[in-house]
């Protein structure tokens, strides 16, 4: 008892000697990584706290740039200048260098920088919250600070060297091995991922292939994991609207079953697959999903024929009238 009790009054005493230093700058205790998928060239960085909106204040990326991830007591600001060194051509290293030694609250800082070559460069100041740390190695960096034990971001480094499969999956895996480690030692409140293109389209609402934040929950981890499969999800239905604007139609329903296998309970994705399937004369196999969704919430009954004056449900007078039975 009387070793908590040192180690809570010496954590006090830290933390109130920062907040005295760095009085405007918020704090971001937390683990996190930067990675690079050399395959597709996407970029991502992922972060969980036991802070209020932990994504909005440590994770940074831009396409064909770089990806950021600034915490402990923030210095919010490395972000956008952390990537506009990167659109100059210096190195993760150079960035981080230069970031680290033009500020005075350096010692308490945490940095990772990874750019569109999946070149990673980080650092922990010597005051950071123990225990804290980072590995830097190729296409990743991962860091902590404030943790349970030393084992957290090691734990980070080793799950995502032998996963597999998309970026924003195999980040998310790497944070769940960090908190099955021991994680934040004060808990857990909110997550975020991020996703970037390795090469910008130009189009900026194109180039954030995930962008998720959970900020606050008692399971953010938990959340995030279901965010990002509710993601995946409305991909396949999206998918299947660009084929049915390309007249597609047998690759639209399979994005749209797609989309249902994962989740077979979501209305919306039911409704628009029955209407895709109407359009496409396949009547028999629309009218049971009609009827069920028009049992379980009217409002859909309700807005079917505010679709033909928009051209989406494009069905004959008597086909119609079999759908609104």
Same mark, same amino acid.
């Given at each position: 008892?009387?070793?908590?009790?040192?180690?809570?009054?010496?954590?006090?005493?830290?933390?109130?000697?920062?907040?005295?230093?760095?009085?405007?700058?918020?704090?971001?205790?937390?683990?996190?990584?930067?990675?690079?998928?050399p395959?597709?060239?996407?970029?991502?960085?992922?972060?969980?706290?036991?802070?209020?909106?932990?994504?909005?204040?440590?994770?940074?990326?831009?396409?064909?740039?770089?990806?950021?991830?600034?915490?402990?007591?923030?210095?919010a600001?490395?972000?956008?200048?952390?990537?506009?060194?990167?659109?100059?051509?210096?190195?993760?290293?150079?960035?981080?260098?230069? $970031?680290?030694?033009? /500020?005075?609250?350096?010692?308490?800082?945490? +940095?990772?920088? !990874?750019? *569109?070559?999946?070149r #990673?460069?980080?650092?922990?100041?010597?005051?950071?919250?123990?225990?804290?740390?980072?590995?830097?190695?190729?296409?990743?960096?991962?860091?902590?600070?404030?943790?349970?034990?030393?084992?957290?971001?090691?734990?980070?480094?080793?799950?995502?060297?032998?996963?597999?499969?998309?970026?924003?999956?195999?980040?998310?895996?790497?944070l769940?091995?960090?908190?099955?480690?021991?994680?934040?030692?004060?808990?857990?409140?909110?997550?975020?991922?991020?996703?970037?293109?390795?090469?910008?389209?130009?189009k900026?609402?194109?180039?954030?292939?995930?962008? $998720?934040?959970?900020? /606050?929950?008692?399971?953010?981890?938990?959340? +995030?994991?279901? !965010?990002? *499969?509710?993601?995946? #999800?409305?991909?396949?239905?999206?998918?299947?609207?660009?084929?049915?604007?390309?007249?597609?139609?047998?690759?639209?329903?399979?994005?749209?079953?797609?989309?249902?296998?994962?989740?077979?309970?979501?209305?919306?994705?039911?409704?628009?697959?029955?209407?895709?399937?109407?359009?496409?004369?396949?009547?028999?196999?629309?009218?049971?999903?009609?009827?069920?969704?028009?049992?379980?919430?009217?409002?859909?009954?309700?807005?079917?024929?505010?679709?033909?004056?928009?051209g989406?449900?494009?069905?004959?007078?008597?086909?119609?009238?079999?759908?609104?039975?």
């Open positions: 008892m009387r070793v908590k009790l040192f180690l809570l009054i010496v954590l006090i005493t830290i933390i109130t000697h920062a907040q005295t230093y760095l009085r405007n700058e918020p704090f971001a205790h937390t683990y996190s990584i930067v990675a690079f998928d395959q597709t060239g996407d970029m991502g960085v992922a972060v969980q706290s036991h802070w209020f909106s932990v994504g909005t204040i440590v994770s940074w990326g831009e396409a064909g740039v770089g990806v950021i991830a600034t915490q402990s007591f923030v210095n600001s490395f972000g956008p200048r952390g990537l506009e060194l990167l659109k100059q051509g210096k190195s993760p290293q150079e960035v981080v260098d230069q $970031l680290i030694s033009s /500020d005075d609250g350096r010692d308490f800082r945490q +940095l990772a920088v !990874l750019d *569109s070559k999946g #990673a460069a980080s650092y922990t100041g010597v005051k950071c919250i123990q225990p804290a740390g980072n590995i830097a190695e190729e296409n990743f960096s991962v860091q902590a600070n404030l943790m349970l034990n030393y084992n957290v971001w090691p734990a980070m480094a080793e799950s995502f060297k032998n996963s597999k499969g998309k970026l924003a999956e195999r980040m998310l895996t790497a769940e091995a960090a908190e099955n480690a021991g994680g934040d030692i004060r808990g857990k409140q909110s997550a975020a991922l991020l996703v970037v293109r390795g090469k910008s389209t130009g900026v609402w194109e180039d954030r292939i995930v962008d $998720l934040r959970v900020d /606050d929950h008692p399971q953010p981890l938990i959340e +995030l994991r279901r !965010l990002l *499969s509710v993601h995946r #999800a409305y991909e396949h239905m999206n998918n299947g609207d660009l084929a049915v604007e390309k007249n597609e139609m047998d690759k639209a329903m399979a994005e749209y079953s797609a989309a249902m296998k994962m989740f077979p309970d979501n209305i919306e994705m039911k409704y628009w697959t029955a209407v895709t399937l109407a359009n496409n004369g396949r009547i028999n196999e629309a009218l049971p999903m009609f009827k069920e969704i028009f049992s379980k919430d009217n409002n859909w009954k309700i807005l079917t024929p505010r679709l033909v004056p928009s989406l449900l494009t069905v004959d007078e008597k086909t119609f009238n079999e759908i609104m039975k």
